[in-house]
């Protein structure tokens, strides 16, 4: 090995590398249209063929290894002697896997977004941070002059990929790739509060350490502000009856109270998944912001359409009028939607359960029966 890694072998490496990097740097600009391309048709090939998007998301994976063992290499290299590659080299690389994974990752998180909630923050900072990839004055200042700055938009990337890449490749649930995701993004995000540690007190430890804790409960919390990357939905419907042979909602009725409480209500949703995907979802009922019923409902990816999922809603307060919202979300807490109706004696005022299957994204099912907590009389069925 150490008659391989010659100090002559290396530096000539190093020359080629910075040859090559030197001739890329004239046609940088046009990586940006490029890198946005790639992420879209990224999005399309992962939907319509799925071994080859995830072989895409396999090969930005194994980019963000070399990556984060830049460091490690280099300082292996120094500690014997041999040159290391300049920084703006480095940077340069590092640059160009940030601006593919940023675009590779944006069209899962703005079809999964669901834009009337916090989730349109998320959204708005990995676009953002897709705009400072491509500005390179902007990038190279923050990455030569603000290193924490840096190493934060370093783990933030680290996120997104393994948010939007682990359920494609190893066919884990939203809440497990949420959680895996949050977890090895902390790792990576330490490096950048390191510092407190060079003195080696006991009191910057325990300050390394209560900075670690907060962050990992500070992402737990913000959970729900994250789009679930692999998950949305396709289309929702309100309709008073429903045609479980079709799977299709049916009928129209103006929401007064007397007519919502004698023919009850459905919601019904229709929610993608990569092929290969089980998921639990569920329909959370709320009158006036507090919470009725939970339904859960287990989804099953592949269908180009959607997994037809709904619930049915029979047991309403005795006195029900006033505003309803049926939140459809992951078992990790991640929003997939927003149903929002109103119960009114005025009938100007009511919303209309019309039947009426309205797209709102795309997505895959199966036969289930559950009972949910606070009601006898609910019922919520996914079918094929």
Known sequence: MGALLTPTRIASAQQRIERIVERLKPWSWLWPPMAFAAGLGSFFLVDRQQWLGAALALGLVLAWTLLLSEGLISRWLSRRGHPTLPRGVATFVAQMIHQETLFFTLPFIL???????????????????????????????????WRSVYFIFHAQCVFLVLLVT????????????????????????????????????FKRWCIFFGITLVLAYTAWLG?????????????????????????????????????ISENGLYVYTAIRAPRGLSETITHAWH?????????????????????????????????????????IMTSSGQRLGLIRFKVSEDEELASQADGVIRASGLSGLNLRRFVPRGSNDDETQATE
């Open 111 to 145: 079809v999964t977004t669901v834009w009337n909630s916090g989730q349109t923050l998320f959204a708005l900072l990995v676009g953002g941070m897709a705009l400072l990839s491509i500005i390179d004055p902007l990038y190279f200042k923050v990455a030569e002059r």
């Open 166 to 201: 682990l359920p494609i490749m190893v066919h884990l649930t939203t809440g497990q790739s949420l959680l895996l995701a949050l977890s090895i993004t902390i790792l990576v995000a330490l490096p950048s509060f390191w510092h407190l540690l060079k003195q080696g007190s």
């Open 223 to 259: 959970r729900i502000w994250v789009p679930p990357a692999s998950l949305w939905m396709t289309s929702s419907a309100l309709s008073p009856a429903f045609d479980t042979a079709q799977r299709v909602p049916q009928g129209s009725m103006t929401l007064t109270p007397q007519a």
């Open 287 to 327: 009158h006036n912001g507090q919470e009725m019923d939970v339904v859960e409902l287990n989804i099953n990816g592949g269908r180009e359409q959607g997994y037809r999922a709904w619930s049915n809603k029979q047991n309403f307060p005795a006195d029900p009028s006033g505003e309803w919202r049926v939140d």
